[in-house]
């Protein structure tokens, strides 16, 4: 009995370390309903093991976990290659996410748009693209004023974060219903237009067809532009380990907490991958 009870206190505490050390790794994002694309625990177990989620896993968000694969090879490139420009633009960003992340929660819209602002100004409100497209989201002025942005030469809502942010939660509320919630494909419209998506969509001859279905007949900006979308989400759910040169996609997603019940025998941990 003895026995027994020591080993289920040994599990207890290894599962409860492995709780602490995921918990510790918040993403540095506003992510408030949690939408990621695993727990901390599994549900199998079986008498003297358990099977938890792996913390050194890498974690997608929810909305982005269905074709991980497609994207997990960009990923590593853009973190390891962009990574003084990552660690950059979310120092910059802490003081915007929070406020992004509200009002579009208060629009319905998902968290992840937040990052959108990083991609298009770098939290910079005097930002001007080539094409004219100005301040935080990059709007253009005709797209700014049918959202309900004034815009003219003494006053620009544009530069102001907090009206662009309501016009943009409005403009992905849209996007949203026309695309039938697909996050990518709102994006995609984002840089390139309701009417270019539709376009490739076409294209592609294929019935409510999805990002990856298109991608290869949309503008070579967009399709980059949606990738770096999914990369920083992916990386902001991840910065912990990003910050710590972690970021292993090779990483199983579960790990076996395995007691052996003999008397005196070592209580061991095995990581393995069980898919």
């Known amino acids: 009995m003895k026995n027994i009870r020591s080993k289920s206190l040994l599990t207890l505490i290894i599962i409860l370390f492995i709780i602490g050390f995921t918990t510790s790794a918040k993403n540095i994002i506003s992510y408030p309903g949690g939408n990621f694309s695993d727990s901390t625990l599994d549900s199998a177990s079986s008498v003297g093991s358990t099977l938890v989620k792996n913390p050194a896993r890498v974690i997608y968000p929810l909305a982005l976990r269905e074709h991980r694969e497609e994207s997990k090879d960009y990923v590593k490139q853009f973190a390891s290659k962009q990574r003084d420009y990552i660690i950059y633009m979310f120092g910059r960003g802490k003081n915007y996410f929070p406020k992004a992340a509200k009002i579009l929660s208060e629009y319905d819209v998902p968290e992840e748009f937040q990052v959108l602002p990083a991609l298009e100004s770098n939290f910079h409100a005097d930002a001007v693209s080539h094409a004219g497209a100005v301040g ?16 003219s030469s003494k006053n620009d809502d544009r530069k102001n974060f907090t009206k662009s942010t309501i016009a943009a939660a409005k403009f992905f509320r849209d996007q949203l219903h026309f695309f039938n919630d697909d996050i990518l494909l709102s994006v995609a419209a984002f840089n390139c237009g309701t009417g270019g998506v539709k376009v490739a969509m076409k294209k592609s001859g294929i019935d409510n067809p999805d990002f990856w279905d298109i991608k290869k007949y949309l503008p070579t900006e967009t399709r980059i532009f949606v990738m770096k979308f999914i990369a920083l989400n992916v990386i902001s759910a991840n910065y912990h380990k990003f910050i710590n040169h972690k970021l292993n996609f090779s990483e199983p997603p579960l790990i076996q907490l395995a007691v052996k019940d003999s008397l005196g025998s070592d209580n061991t941990v095995v990581a393995q991958n069980p898919l």
Request: aromatic letters at 24%; a negative charge; proline letters at 0%.
């Open 136 to 151: 935080y989201w990059q709007f253009m002025s005709e797209l700014g004023r049918d959202y309900g942005l004034h815009i």
